[in-house]
């Protein structure tokens, strides 16, 4: 509640978006009161729609990228490191059989620009710190 507040978007018609999971009524009557006290332009609400707009759910979307980006970095540097050499994969794999961790996703599908890799590869990545904090001894 506080970050729709904190963007600002007093002054300006808006219309929001609200996806599936969010649309209970108590959640939309809270949202509603909520932006008509820090927004006295919003009407009580009645500017509101029944969803989040798309564009602010891509903003939130971008800011917790935004936060999160050096450590999904240091992630995929981690993950350069054991792909660019054959032996550095095949150690990485038996650290992992060694260690008996088990992880069912993927560190290979990794695309840059692709929201759902850039969360499932250090998901990945992190049921897997095990075996990357041994693959540097």
């Known amino acids: 509640m506080t970050c729709l507040s904190d963007w600002n978007l007093e002054g300006r018609v808006l219309t929001l978006a609200l996806v599936k999971s969010f649309s209970s009524e108590a959640f ?8 008509f006290i820090n927004n006295p332009v919003i009407h009580g609400g009645q500017l509101l729609n029944k ?3 798309s564009r602010v759910l891509s903003r939130l979307a971008l800011d917790v990228l935004q936060a999160i980006r050096e450590i999904i970095s240091e992630v995929r540097e981690s993950l350069k490191f054991v792909k660019y050499f054959e032996s550095h994969e095949e150690k990485f794999v038996k650290i992992k059989q060694y260690l008996h961790v088990f992880s069912l996703g993927s560190l290979l599908k990794d695309e840059y620009y692709k929201y759902d890799t850039t969360y499932h590869v250090p998901a990945t990545a992190g049921e897997l710190k095990e075996v990357f904090a041994c693959l540097d001894t």
Not at 28 to 35: E, G, T
């Open 28 to 35: 939309k009557v809270n949202v509603r009161s909520h932006l």
């Open 51 to 53: 969803n989040f707009h």
